[in-house]
């Protein structure tokens, strides 16, 4: 399918949990360092496969992670380079957006994910070295998660339990929290090197799988965290993300700095399925469709956005 150029080096991009073709995208100018930011709202055509942009908001800093809403169809949530958290409404204009900003981390916000099942609250990710919660109703977090002693780059609420999360840090562990206790409950030493990123599997609620500088994906049993259920080798550099597919229990993609993005059978001997090598960058963001099985979207800092069916060519036409 044709790419759509976002100009800006592209961090994160999302499937809209209500709208087959409605995806969004977290950009940063001059790959992040310094610059401003763009999160664009676009629309896949399903007849061409051509991807349009419906509307685009500005920041004065690069913008790191993104989330739709799970209860309302055109709010987003947008991690900044600034420390601030910011939201979105896709049916007002630039001008009356964003709706709202909080301004509590220290430094730069990485992660963002919105809670799937209590759908009101959502969590971010920070070089600060915490985690907070979140509700579009309070101008203030709920909550402050404070245990990473390295900065927490990204964070994943269980799809099966309202209250657990897990997040990722550079401090090479992977906590589970749950919110109603005053510490997290699980500690996986996870990697040897910075973990980048974490997500739940859709089908068990047991099994988290986690990615990392040191070039490997691993499946943990959070029952038993003293070691991995399998490690994924295979990429030449860090993995930048992994996640698993809502669809299939035993799949899971991801993308990494050595520009391509891999989909994986972690239960397969020979467990790489798929390698796609569209983009000429680091490849930084990385989904799955919810609706529509076997679709994926990618992004990276050649600034090019691909959506595309797996087992075909994200390059062609369709």
């Given at each position: 399918m044709p790419a759509f150029r976002t100009q800006f080096n592209g961090y994160s991009v999302k499937f809209s949990p209500f709208y087959e073709s409605r995806i969004l995208v977290a950009t940063a100018q001059n790959f992040g360092l310094v610059g401003n930011g763009r999160l664009h709202i676009l629309d896949l055509s399903p007849a061409t496969?051509?991807?349009?942009?419906?509307?685009?908001?500005?920041?004065?800093?690069?913008?790191?992670?993104?989330?739709?809403?799970?209860?309302?169809?055109s709010l987003a949530v947008a991690a900044v380079a600034d420390g601030s958290v910011k939201l979105w409404d896709a049916k007002l204009p630039p001008s009356s957006n964003p709706v709202r900003s909080f301004n509590e981390h220290a430094r730069e916000v990485y992660g963002v994910d919105w809670n799937p099942i209590r759908r009101d609250s959502f969590v971010t990710a920070s070089w600060d070295d915490t985690l907070k919660l979140w509700t579009v109703d309070r101008p203030t977090s709920i909550r402050t998660f404070q245990e990473?002693?390295?900065?927490?780059?990204?964070?994943?609420?269980?799809?099966?339990?309202?209250?657990?999360?897990?997040?990722?840090?550079?401090?090479?562990?992977?906590?589970?929290?749950?919110?109603?206790?005053?510490?997290?409950?699980?500690?996986?030493?996870?990697?040897?090197?910075?973990?980048?990123?974490?997500?739940?599997?859709?089908?068990?609620?047991?099994?988290?799988?986690?990615?990392?500088?040191?070039?490997?994906?691993?499946?943990?049993?959070?029952?038993?965290?003293?070691?991995?259920?399998?490690?994924?080798?295979?990429h030449s550099y860090g993995v930048k993300m992994v996640k698993f597919s809502p669809h299939r229990e035993n799949?899971?993609?991801?993308?990494?700095?050595?520009?391509?993005?891999?989909?994986?059978?972690?239960?397969?001997?020979?467990?790489?399925?798929?390698?796609?090598d569209q983009h000429t960058e680091f490849v930084y963001g990385l989904d799955l469709s919810v609706l529509i099985e076997g679709l994926i979207a990618s992004t990276g800092w050649d600034e090019l956005v691909y959506v595309w069916q797996h087992g075909n060519d994200p390059r062609a036409m369709p």
């Open positions: 496969g051509v991807i349009s942009e419906l509307r685009s908001f500005e920041t004065s800093d690069g913008i790191y992670d993104c989330a739709w809403s799970e209860s309302h169809d990473h002693t390295y900065c927490v780059y990204s964070v994943s609420w269980s799809p099966r339990h309202a209250d657990v999360f897990a997040s990722a840090s550079g401090d090479s562990t992977v906590r589970v929290w749950d919110v109603r206790d005053p510490g997290s409950n699980v500690v996986i030493p996870a990697h040897n090197n910075e973990v980048l990123s974490c997500n739940w599997n859709k089908y068990d609620e047991c099994i988290l799988a986690t990615s990392s500088v040191d070039k490997t994906i691993r499946v943990w049993d959070v029952r038993s965290p003293q070691a991995p259920l399998v490690s994924l080798a295979g799949i899971l993609v991801s993308c990494s700095y050595d520009m391509t993005v891999r989909m994986w059978d972690y239960r397969a001997e020979d467990s790489m399925v798929s390698v796609y």
